[in-house]
């Protein structure tokens, strides 16, 4: 009976304490703020130039979203084709997606300074022969976006 109480006080006090996630928590024009990956737990900051910053999702609340790419150095920064997807939240993750394909599934962060971090999700982790490429794919990355109004 003690453990029954136990196991039930901690999925009822995870569910207190996880973020939840609202429709106007992630509609607006997000501005790439910084990015980087975890490593051995640590977080490591990639270094961008001015173009690569230039990153940007439009999220609207009729269920589309737009993502911008920027390639390039300080100076000859140039777009990919931008692209429209359909986007939904799933507890504490945003989709987007196209038809019933999952282009991009992200754990959302609400942070105390109005920025929200965007890090991988993975349902299970990869498994291979190719140590280097398991690394590689189960390696968690993640964006800082900061909202432009």
């Known amino acids: 009976m003690k453990k029954q109480l136990l196991i039930f006080f901690l999925v009822v006090s ?6 939840s996630i609202k429709q ?13 990956f975890f490593e051995d737990g640590k977080k490591v900051n990639k270094d961008f130039d001015n173009c690569r910053l230039l990153r940007n999702y439009s999220i609207w609340d009729n269920g589309y979203a737009i993502y911008s790419y920027f390639e390039g150095s300080n100076g ?11 986007w939904r939240l799933i507890d504490n993750r945003i989709q987007f997606y196209i038809n019933d394909d999952v282009l991009e599934e992200k754990i959302v962060k609400l942070n105390n300074d109005n920025s929200i971090t965007l890090e991988t ?3 299970e982790k990869i498994v291979d022969d190719d140590k280097f490429f398991e690394k590689t794919a189960n390696t968690i990355s993640y964006d800082i976006i900061e909202k432009i109004e």
Not at 14 to 19: D, E, N, R, V, W
Not at 24 to 32: A, H, M, P, R, Y
Not at 76 to 86: I, K, M, V, Y
């Open 14 to 19: 995870s569910s207190l304490f996880a973020q």
């Open 24 to 36: 106007n928590d992630v509609v607006g024009f997000w501005k790439l703020k910084e990015s980087g």
């Open 76 to 86: 000859d920064c140039f777009p990919s084709e931008p692209r429209l997807t359909n």
């Open 121 to 123: 999700y993975r349902k």
